[in-house]
């Protein structure tokens, strides 16, 4: 696709939402709306729940995520003018499965299992649990973080994320010695949880993701996620 020529798959994409009931220019477009950054819309809805993917900096290089995006915009283009939402959908699963096998092969430095910066990341996503936000299932993997959040009143998923994002990239670096060098990938991926059925499947494949990537036999085994029993404790807010 040549730079400045519409992309006809987003527009596509663009359609069947709006047909779907989702605004393409709501009152707070942080909260409610669709948002474009390169080929994969975001889509918004206050008092959702997302399915959130954010990652190392060097766990996913450029040219591949190159790659994928290419294939998926492609794949969007092929799209048949009458496509439904859930065709549409279709791709878009497709190029996160993409991203999360390449993922769970471990690429990068993977800082993440350090125990200290693993507890870290772990206590940073729960800190603001029924106070800016409500945690339901995550898991902080080797290079990755998975998480199901809902953003309460006031307070977007932009906001939490990076708030979250910076906090934990700040100790991790001290942690690790190191000074001005970038921590995460800069953009996160998150997708709005549709139905009840929808959340189950995720749900699943966030407490499933360490036994599947190997570094435990079941999802209890694994104290980064919120299958490990000891999590069950009433998070200690601290000053």
């Not at 799209?79 to 990068?108: M, T």
């Not at 001290?174 to 995720?202: C, M, N, P, V």
């Not at 036999?217 to 490990?228: G, N």
């Amino acid at each position: 696709m040549n730079p400045g020529e519409p992309n006809r798959g987003l527009e596509r994409v663009k359609f069947q939402l709006r047909s779907g009931g989702v605004p393409d220019e709501p009152p707070n477009p942080l909260r409610t709306g669709i948002h474009s950054r390169g080929y994969l819309p975001h889509v918004k809805r206050e008092g959702a729940s997302y399915f959130v993917t954010f990652r190392l900096a060097d766990s996913l290089p450029k040219e591949v995520l190159l790659s994928f995006e290419r294939e998926h915009a492609e794949a969007l283009r092929r799209l048949a003018a009458n496509a439904n939402r859930e065709q549409v959908e279709e791709i878009h699963r497709q190029l996160r499965r993409k991203i999360e096998r390449y993922l769970d092969k471990g690429a990068g430095e993977c800082h993440l299992p350090h125990p200290e910066i693993a507890d870290l990341a772990a206590e940073a996503l729960r800190h603001f649990h029924g106070e800016q936000y409500l945690l339901d299932d995550w898991v902080v993997m080797p290079n990755h973080v998975h998480t199901i959040l809902s953003p309460m009143a006031n307070y977007t998923l932009s906001e939490i994320l990076k708030s979250r994002k910076r906090h934990i990239a700040r100790q991790a670096n001290l942690i690790l010695g190191r000074t001005g060098e970038t921590f995460w990938q800069r953009e996160s991926y998150d997708h709005w949880i549709r139905h009840d059925d929808e959340k189950a499947r995720i749900q699943r494949y966030i407490r499933m993701n360490a036994v599947n990537a190997g570094p435990c036999i079941s999802p209890e085994d694994w104290k980064w996620s919120s299958a490990w029993p000891g999590w069950k404790v009433p998070v200690q807010q601290t000053t």
